[in-house]
């Protein structure tokens, strides 16, 4: 079982920066991939960016290629998602989750534990 808390949300100016961080239980941690997605109001949960167990691989979104940059540490059981150059399109609801199977999974239905989300809100 894997308990993730998100963190690190608000409200941020267009070109601004927000961290998020998520800080999971368990011991294991270190052997999930991990992701987040976000959901705006009114549209599907979408990919935004996975790290593979190791660290070592990242897959990342084309809408935030070049702005946001994935990170964990597993010695402290979290992963973070540095996000600069933020739009107002990047308003949403951040979700951090954790897959126990896949390498670099896309699809909501590729993660077995989620967090509570994070709420991002962008100005213009």
């Known amino acids: 079982q894997v308990q993730l808390v998100e963190s690190g949300g608000g409200l941020v100016q267009a070109g601004g920066s927000l961290r998020l961080s998520c800080a999971a239980s368990?011991?294991?941690?270190?052997?999930?991939?991990m992701g987040w997605f976000r959901q705006a109001p009114g549209k599907e949960r979408e990919f935004v960016v996975t790290i593979n167990w190791s660290g070592g691989s990242t897959d990342y979104a084309d809408s935030v290629k070049g702005r946001f940059t994935i990170s964990r540490d597993d010695a402290k059981n979290t992963v973070s998602l540095q996000m600069n150059n933020l739009k107002p399109e990047d308003t949403a609801v951040y979700y951090c989750a954790a897959s126990r199977l896949y390498q670099l999974p896309r699809s909501p239905s590729q993660y077995d534990y989620w967090g509570q989300g994070t709420q991002v809100t962008v100005s213009s």
């Open positions: 368990g011991r294991i941690f270190s052997r999930y991939a």
